[in-house]
């Protein structure tokens, strides 16, 4: 059985820094590619960034510049540094991991774990 978990949510005012962290346990080999996903109540969930086994970031463009993903292959974690914050950001985050290569692809179909998800609020 694998188990995926978030941590590092909470209320942030606007142009704060967050981090969350990812660790996924558990009966899992490897793992190839490992993301951020978030979700407004009422609508789709949406990538955030995602990373590969190799270290190849993918990110949502309202995001670039202000997000960085990370990874840590052997321990099976990953981070997400989140400058900049801004209201619109606040949703529910959600980590997610893959066990192929997945490079760009932003599908949140070709992840098979997901953890129970974290919030996050940005707000004066």
């Known amino acids: 059985q694998v188990h995926v978990a978030e941590s590092g949510g909470g209320l942030v005012e606007p142009g704060g820094s967050l981090t969350l962290s990812c660790e996924v346990s558990?009966?899992?080999?490897?793992?190839?590619?490992m993301a951020w996903y978030r979700q407004v109540a009422g609508n789709q969930r949406e990538l955030v960034a995602e990373?590969?086994?190799?270290?190849?970031?993918n990110y949502q463009s309202s995001v670039k510049g202000r997000f960085t993903i990370s990874k840590d292959n052997a321990k099976n974690t990953a981070s997400l540094q989140m400058n900049s914050l801004k209201p619109e950001d606040t949703a529910v985050y959600y980590c997610?991991?893959?066990?192929?290569?997945?490079?760009?692809?932003?599908?949140?179909?070709?992840?098979?774990?997901w953890g129970q998800g974290t919030q996050v609020t940005v707000s004066a």
């Open positions: 997610a991991a893959a066990l192929g290569y997945y490079s760009g692809r932003g599908d949140l179909n070709d992840y098979e774990y």
């Open positions: 558990g009966r899992i080999f490897s793992i190839g590619t």
């Open positions: 990373i590969t086994r190799y270290n190849e970031p």
